[in-house]
């Protein structure tokens, strides 16, 4: 007679642990390790932090998995600010010695100016003025034949001297472009992709073969950047020394 109850009670305690079940959601999402991102500059491709940056385009730091863009925020944060404390210090040096080389190859470009003008009024009033001439030889490298004899041939050389100190015109406005691209990031803006291929291309120069976003991590980019601002006060050091 007491089997009954005891039959009744078993199905009552067994049906709550089997209908709860199906309701466990956590069933049907993926493990949260299955989402892994970057989360330092060490691994990060140089292309996936251009696009994050400039772009906001952060898919580039998802390893694998479906992160929440709560989640691709914090890592990206954490990113951005190891990447400052890379390049801060270099940054600051990189952008001084930007303004230095385009002021001096302004005051160049302007010597040389006055140079020509002024020997192009002497020529043509029949004046001479040797000490200009030696000015383009010895300062500049000019070093052709200036024939006060031959004003025709005189002008052609000072033509010349014009042409070739273009070279320096062209660098000095690729030295703004860099300036004003380190201007637009102290000031908050967004960089654009020149600040980066600028400088790639001076990477490139120094270790003698191509560097592109692809070949480098974040922190291998930060690197190389102070190896070259090194390399290059170190060169300052030089040319100051053999001047004293």
């Not at 383009?136 to 001297?161: G, P, Q």
């Amino acid at each position: 007679m007491r089997i009954k109850p005891i039959l009744s009670f078993i199905k009552r305690r067994k049906g709550p642990t089997t209908s709860a079940q199906p309701h466990d959601s956590s069933r049907n999402r993926p493990a949260s390790h299955t989402n892994l991102l970057h989360t330092t500059c060490e691994a990060l491709p140089l292309t996936a932090f251009i696009s994050a940056l400039c772009d906001d385009n952060k898919s580039g730091l998802i390893i694998s998995g479906n992160p929440s863009q709560a989640e691709i925020d914090a890592a990206w944060f954490q990113i951005y600010a190891e990447y400052i404390d890379l390049s801060l210090n270099t940054d600051i040096k990189y952008s001084l010695r930007l303004t230095n080389e385009e002021l001096h190859l302004k005051s160049r470009l302007m010597r040389i100016d006055l140079c020509v003008k002024g020997l192009r009024l002497l020529i043509e009033n029949n004046m001479q003025d040797q000490s200009l001439v030696e000015t383009l030889k010895n300062d500049y490298n000019f070093r052709l034949v200036y024939d006060w004899n031959n004003k025709e041939s005189f002008l052609r050389d000072l033509n010349t001297v014009v042409s070739r100190s273009q070279r320096w015109d062209i660098q000095a406005q690729l030295k703004r472009v860099e300036i004003e691209a380190y201007q637009a990031k102290d000031k908050g803006e967004k960089p654009n992709r020149v600040y980066f291929t600028t400088i790639l291309i001076r990477l490139s120069d120094h270790a003698g073969y191509r560097l592109t976003g692809d070949n480098l991590t974040v922190a291998e980019f930060a690197i190389r950047k102070q190896d070259y601002i090194n390399h290059i006060e170190q060169l300052n050091k030089q040319k100051d020394g053999r001047k004293h």
